[in-house]
Structures are given as C-alpha cells and as structure tokens.
C-alpha cells in the first residue's frame, strides 16, 4: 500500500485546488481499492455485490445531515456484482446503500497547522459521534492528510492584502517537520475503540504526511522558484513507520478486523 507515493505524486502533477473535491476523490478511490484488496470479506462481498460504496454520501442524523466521504454498506435489492463502468477501480460498486457499516473522514492539514489540526480533532469528534448515534455497530474511522513543507502556497490568499501568498510552518524554534510530529501526537488522544461497547471514539485513524509547497500552482512560479522543493512522502519521522497504531496499514487493518467481527455472520 503506497498511498503517501500516489498522492504525492498527484499533487506533483496537479497542484492543490482547496476549491475542488479532486483531491478527496483520489485519495477515496485509493482507500476503497485498499480496504477491498486486502480484507478478505469486503473483497468477498463487494465482488457478490452484496455490499456497495458512495463517496461524499449525505446522511440525516436527527437534525444534522452527516457528510462521509466513503460510506460502505449494503445493497438495495438483489446483489449486483460490479463492472468496469459503474464501480470504483472495477472492485465494488458504486449505488447507494440500505445500511452504513463503514464510514470513513476525509480531512488534510496543509497550511496553518496550529489552528487546522484543532478544528481537524473536533472534526473527527463529531464524526465518531454522529456514526455511532447512527449505529453502534458502524466502523467509523478517519484518514488524515499533514503537509510539513517549509512554505505552502494557497489560492485562496492571492490578492489579500492582510494575508501573505506563502504560509511558513518553520520557526526559529522547531522545523516544520518538527511541528507536524507534536500534530501527529495530538490525533494521539483520539481513543480508538476495540469493540462496540467501548467508549466513545474512532475504530481507526490513518495518518500519511507529504511534503508539497504548491508553488507551481501559483500564477507566477517563478516569483517563489528559490523556495520551491520537490513534492515527495516526508521521511520517518515525521512519516509513521509500520506497526504505529496511526499508520495507514494499521487503519485498513483495524476497519477490516473490525468490520469482520461485526457482520462476518451477517
């Protein structure tokens, strides 16, 4: 699972739009592809067609409308197996579903990382929260996105006299890199549920880190070319190394088990 290369390198080739969802969807597709690649059961069912997906799928829960940006869950009628056509990757169709059993937020930390990663912990709190008053049993779970790039250039500053074009996330005191592990030990807190009369939390968290300046989206690159670095998958650390109970694999690992104990014999 190479998920921290493949969007590196869509970032590379694209840039970050913070306007679009372009960015969300790849990294969806990825994610799916994993979870039905290597879980067995969800492999099973979503070739039968007996479970399906949805991306940026609205749910009512009481007065709030939930947005997941992959939801999983059980087909309307009879099976249908998916196709080339109308599924993600030919891997599992892509309709809409009778129940979620997983749910899964997509969220990223790219520029002003003091004040994102805040609002990116109460996001996950509330999602976690509007999953399990939606069902006990759902997976609910969270993919994370940090950028620890010296400098990240964002669209929506341009032209704002009281904004700087370039965000710095280094300091005198600590690098950037530096300042996204204490980000990282901050989604630390999250507790991770290990069965459904647990308390209140995530069943998985992953967290993958880039490094992208986004400086080739800007109008005139050549104004930063002295700051610009190549986009690539930041070392370790502050990247997570295999077995941290953060990492990407542990995510997919933990839905896949916890899916599996919860409706294998249903």
Same mark, same amino acid.
């Given at each position: 699972?190479?998920?921290?290369?493949?969007? #590196?390198?869509?970032?590379? $080739?694209? =840039?970050?739009?913070?306007?679009?969802?372009?960015?969300?969807?790849?990294? !969806?597709?990825?994610?799916?592809?994993?979870?039905?690649?290597?879980?067995?059961?969800?492999?099973?069912?979503?070739?039968?067609?007996?479970?399906?997906?949805?991306?940026?799928?609205?749910?009512?829960?009481?007065?709030?409308?939930?947005?997941?940006?992959?939801?999983?869950?059980?087909?309307?009628?009879?099976?249908?197996?998916?196709?080339?056509? =109308?599924?993600?990757?030919?891997?599992?169709?892509?309709?809409?579903?009778?129940?979620?059993?997983?749910?899964?937020?997509?969220?990223?930390?790219?520029?002003?990382?003091?004040?994102?990663?805040?609002?990116?912990?109460?996001?996950?709190?509330?999602?976690?929260?509007?999953?399990?008053?939606?069902?006990?049993?759902?997976?609910?779970?969270?993919?994370?996105?940090?950028?620890?790039?010296?400098?990240?250039?964002?669209?929506?500053?341009?032209?704002?006299? %009281?904004?700087?074009?370039?965000?710095?996330?280094?300091?005198?005191?600590?690098?950037?890199?530096?300042?996204? %592990?204490? !980000?990282?030990?901050?989604?630390?807190?999250?507790?991770?549920?290990?069965?459904? $009369?647990?308390?209140?939390?995530?069943?998985?968290? =992953?967290?993958?880190?880039?490094?992208?300046?986004?400086?080739?989206?800007?109008?005139?690159?050549?104004?930063?070319?002295?700051?610009?670095?190549?986009?690539?998958? #930041?070392?370790?650390?502050?990247?997570?190394?295999?077995?941290?109970?953060?990492?990407?694999?542990?995510?997919?690992?933990?839905?896949?088990?916890?899916?599996?104990?919860?409706? =294998? $014999?249903?």
């Amino acid at each position: 699972m190479a998920i921290a290369d493949e969007f #590196a390198a869509y970032l590379a $080739a694209k =840039g970050y739009d913070p306007r679009s969802s372009r960015h969300s969807d790849f990294l !969806s597709e990825i994610i799916v592809r994993d979870l039905v690649t290597n879980c067995p059961l969800i492999g099973e069912r979503a070739a039968r067609g007996q479970i399906v997906a949805s991306l940026r799928h609205h749910q009512q829960i009481g007065q709030d409308d939930w947005v997941i940006d992959i939801a999983i869950g059980t087909c309307a009628g009879a099976p249908v197996p998916p196709d080339a056509a =109308g599924s993600s990757l030919g891997l599992i169709r892509m309709a809409s579903h009778v129940i979620i059993q997983i749910a899964i937020e997509l969220k990223s930390v790219l520029t002003e990382h003091g004040k994102a990663r805040r609002n990116r912990l109460r996001d996950f709190g509330a999602f976690h929260g509007h999953g399990h008053t939606y069902g006990p049993r759902t997976v609910v779970a969270a993919f994370l996105v940090i950028n620890s790039s010296d400098f990240f250039y964002s669209p929506l500053n341009l032209g704002k006299e %009281k904004r700087s074009e370039l965000n710095t996330h280094s300091s005198k005191r600590r690098s950037a890199r530096q300042f996204v %592990k204490e !980000s990282i030990d901050l989604f630390r807190t999250i507790h991770l549920r290990h069965s459904e $009369a647990d308390g209140p939390g995530l069943e998985a968290l =992953g967290v993958i880190v880039i490094e992208h300046d986004n400086i080739n989206s800007h109008p005139d690159p050549s104004k930063y070319v002295h700051l610009r670095k190549p986009t690539q998958v #930041a070392p370790k650390p502050p990247s997570l190394p295999l077995g941290d109970p953060l990492s990407y694999e542990s995510m997919i690992q933990r839905i896949c088990t916890h899916y599996t104990h919860r409706f =294998g $014999a249903s």
